[in-house]
């Protein structure tokens, strides 16, 4: 995608997938590694592009589609299946 990221930590976080701070640092939610890798690549893929564009504007879902065609899917799965990653088996 043509950003640099500072560094990547996999971590517990609560009630969100990955999130990204101003100097570059992506964090993603560990139960991530139990939903399918379309959804995984979404997730990075959204974080990455708020390296480029830090809210989410029309932009910055131009920049999703054109990076991750069909991404709905992905957003979609997560809504309908997010919880089940919460649970702890
Ligand atoms: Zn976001």
Redesign the pocket.
Known sequence: MGVEYNKVLISDLKYRW?S?TLKGTLNFNWRLIKAPMFVIDYVIV??L??LMESN?TAQ?WNIIEAQLPGSRKAKDWLKEHGAILEESF
């Open positions: 990955g990204c959204h974080e592009a708020h989410h910055f």
